[in-house]
């Protein structure tokens, strides 16, 4: 068997292989968590978009935001399986659902809402 044809024969093998495992990572299965679920992986971690906000969840309950500069501390909870978080807009715990896939984390409080897309990352004390 010639070099090519091993080549070519390699080819034919790994390309489709491959090319499922793109498609795979592209279509990320989220899953959604429970209450043990997420303080597994999520509290006592920071929740960011990588670049403008994050989120840290201390594990004593209170939240720390920075957005842009702007910080400000406010409370979470888990209460029927929804992660409840504070936000200075509002009076009440905004509830989320938490779905996630790896790092990747999408949050939304009802199945025809639109979701907040995130990350959850080891938090670092800056």
């Given at each position: 068997?010639?070099?090519?044809?091993?080549?070519i024969l390699?080819?034919?093998?790994?390309?489709?292989?491959?090319?499922?495992?793109?498609?795979?990572?592209?279509?990320?299965?989220?899953?959604?968590?429970?209450?043990?679920?997420?303080?597994?992986?999520?509290?006592?971690?920071?929740?960011?978009?990588?670049?403008?906000?994050?989120?840290?969840?201390?594990?004593?309950?209170?939240?720390?935001?920075?957005?842009?500069?702007?910080?400000?501390?406010?409370?979470?909870k888990i209460?029927?399986?929804?992660?409840?978080?504070?936000?200075?807009?509002?009076?009440?715990?905004?509830?989320?659902?938490?779905?996630?896939?790896?790092?990747?984390?999408?949050?939304?409080?009802?199945?025809?809402?639109?979701?907040?897309?995130?990350?959850?990352?080891?938090?670092?004390?800056?």
């Amino acid at each position: 068997m010639s070099c090519r044809t091993s080549q070519i024969l390699a080819l034919t093998i790994l390309l489709p292989v491959t090319v499922c495992g793109w498609t795979a990572r592209a279509e990320e299965t989220f899953k959604l968590l429970g209450e043990k679920e997420i303080r597994a992986r999520v509290i006592g971690k920071n929740i960011t978009d990588g670049s403008h906000w994050v989120i840290y969840l201390r594990p004593d309950g209170v939240l720390i935001s920075g957005e842009q500069g702007q910080k400000w501390t406010g409370a979470w909870k888990i209460r029927n399986n929804k992660l409840c978080m504070s936000n200075p807009n509002l009076e009440a715990l905004d509830c989320n659902e938490v779905w996630m896939s790896g790092a990747n984390i999408r949050m939304r409080a009802n199945k025809d809402q639109e979701t907040l897309d995130a990350t959850v990352e080891k938090h670092s004390a800056n």
